[in-house]
């Protein structure tokens, strides 16, 4: 199964030292049934994507908390996982929410997804904007949607030694 992982680049650059992402278990999003049900009219592409923009949107709060450590740049890796070892664990705020309970190793990593560099001065100001969001601040939401507005590149996983800091 395709899992979408979170991360930062700080994040990747731990994965790649370690040759795995955990310890177990880890959030993670996929195309779940909940996913299915509620993105009905979409296609194994669209689903895909959806499932990639949740954990994009995960990633954000991950660099919410580490902003003075790392740059602001959304960083997704996804792996091809056995089926018994992802679990759903989402419900209707989180469709494509599933929970892998054993690491990932690097081997599994099919490629990342992150942010370019121009994206970073919007990144930022959504991860800070998160908090002020959840509680309802609409200034706040155009901010995240603004981040939201960027589209994460594509790279081999090869590639990603170039990125991680």
Known sequence: MRVYLPSTLAGLAGVRTAREAGPAPLAAYAVTPALREWYAGGDEEELEYAAMTAAARASLRLLAASLGEAPARRVVLAA????????????????????????????????????????????RAAALALAAAGAGDE?????????????????????????AV
């Open 80 to 123: 091809e996982m056995p089926d018994q070892v992802v679990r759903s664990a989402g419900d209707e705020d989180a469709p494509a929410l599933v929970e892998i309970t054993a690491a990932v190793p690097w081997k599994r990593i099919a490629a990342g997804h992150v942010d370019d560099e121009a994206a970073s001065d919007d990144v």
């Open 139 to 163: 200034d706040a939401h155009v901010l995240i949607d603004g981040a939201e507005d960027h589209e994460l590149l594509w790279y081999a996983t090869q590639e990603l030694a170039h990125l």
